[in-house]
């Protein structure tokens, strides 16, 4: 009987162990704030093999950033050197309410996906043009609902 409930004991640990996988995760790199035009290089760790996640993208923006659109180049390495890329249009919601000097802009890439090998996925965000107050790029992957 003692033998049994520690293998309960054991087993009820390792499914804790594994719900423990925030369903929240963010990676985020600083860009050229006078003029962001080059590779913004974004790793993000992956342990979760199996939850299906919808990815943002987000900027983070200074008073000079003017932009309603910007196209971005995103190009996406799994951890056993698959290469993945499209351009995408970032349409750059208004902020409602008065100016800030600080601000995020998160705009929905992509709903549902899975990311199916543990290990480093590195994603780079390319603007297609020289484009001011931008502080940083970042990718935020939520569970999906």
């Excluded at 590779?39 to 939850?51: G, H, K, Y």
């Excluded at 943002?56 to 390495?77: G, H, K, S, Y």
């Excluded at 698959?82 to 890439?109: K, S, V």
């Amino acid at each position: 009987m003692k033998r049994s409930a520690g293998h309960i004991a054991a087993v009820a640990a390792a499914l804790l162990a594994g719900s423990c996988v925030s369903p929240h995760q963010s990676a985020v790199t600083d860009v050229n704030p006078a003029r962001w035009d080059s590779r913004a290089e974004i790793r993000l760790p992956n342990a979760d093999t199996v939850s299906l996640r919808d990815a943002v993208i987000f900027l983070r923006c200074n008073d000079r950033f003017a932009e309603d659109t910007l196209t971005v180049r995103i190009a996406t390495v799994t951890p056993d050197s698959l290469r993945f890329g499209e351009w995408f249009l970032l349409a750059i919601p208004r902020p409602e309410g008065p100016a800030a000097l600080m601000r995020e802009a998160a705009i929905p890439y992509r709903r549902r996906i899975r990311l199916t090998q543990h290990g480093d996925y590195r994603c780079s965000v390319t603007p297609v043009r020289p484009v001011r107050g931008v502080e940083a790029v970042g990718v935020d992957l939520q569970q999906s609902r």
